[in-house]
């Protein structure tokens, strides 16, 4: 807030001559209140304002902070996430005093994710479905205020993220790499389904390729994953 004065001679120089402002704002000399209020309540303070040929006035002013009330304002549900895959939502609040600090009051979050003190939801969810769950939000000045949430976790596809060229193999040193995937709902279970396949190597249901080539050539196969649920993914 700017203040003004007339007639005189400018430049104008203002000072507080008596008083406070609140806190967390000031006077600059060249009559701009300013700043961030971090308290409610009314201030009573007395500016002077000398022009260049010295000469002055002053004046008594009031000014009332008001106390906005503290709210949360991030809505429900929250974006929903998926199994298998890292989640991070940030809750919003506004009024009251800052700093905030955050908590989850009645019901639970998904099974590995938590609420830190300032309102991130973050983790890795493995568990498919529905949650709902109360936040309470607190501000140094001891408000408070709720929210019920509801956060869906979802399952992705089922994917095979291993590349299809897979490292190579030497003749007569034993070999071992494993087969990924993601989405979809685990435990996965793995089978080839069709191709060629190098002797001396086996190939267990959890992924893995194991054993110690005998035979040095070009092999091509398909692995199918299949997880808990049914779903299926193949990949040569």
């Not at 006035?57 to 902070?65: G, K, N, R, T």
């Not at 009024?95 to 905030?100: C, M, S, T």
């Not at 435990?187 to 054993?211: C, E, K, R």
Request: charge should be negative; proline fraction near 9%; aromatic fraction near 8%.
């Amino acid at each position: 807030q700017a203040l003004s004065a007339c007639c005189g001679t400018p430049p104008y120089t203002w000072v507080v001559t008596s008083g406070a402002l609140p806190a967390g704002l000031t006077l600059s000399s060249g009559g701009v209140i300013a700043g961030t209020p971090t308290a409610a309540g009314a201030s009573a303070f007395t500016v002077k304002v000398t022009d260049a040929n010295s000469a002055t006035a002053s004046l008594a002013f009031s000014l009332a902070i008001t106390l906005t009330p503290l709210a949360i304002t991030a809505t429900s549900p929250l974006p929903s996430g998926v199994a298998g895959t890292a989640y991070s939502q940030t809750l919003t609040a506004a009024g009251g005093v800052p700093p905030y600090q955050w908590q989850v009051t009645s019901g639970s979050l998904p099974p590995l994710l938590a609420l830190s003190a300032n309102g991130v939801i973050a983790g890795t969810p493995t568990t498919p479905g529905a949650w709902s769950f109360t936040v309470g939000l607190s501000d140094s000045t001891l408000h408070f205020a709720t929210q019920t949430f509801t956060l869906d976790i979802t399952l992705g596809p089922l994917t095979i993220t291993s590349p299809a060229t897979l490292p190579p193999a030497i003749a007569g040193s034993a070999y071992s790499q494993s087969l990924t995937a993601s989405g979809g709902a685990p435990p996965y279970s793995w089978q080839i389904v069709s191709g060629s396949w190098p002797a001396g190597l086996v190939f267990s249901t959890s992924g893995a390729i194991s054993g110690t080539p005998t035979t040095a050539g070009s092999y091509s196969f398909s692995a199918r994953v299949t997880d808990s649920a049914g779903e299926t993914a193949t990949q040569s």
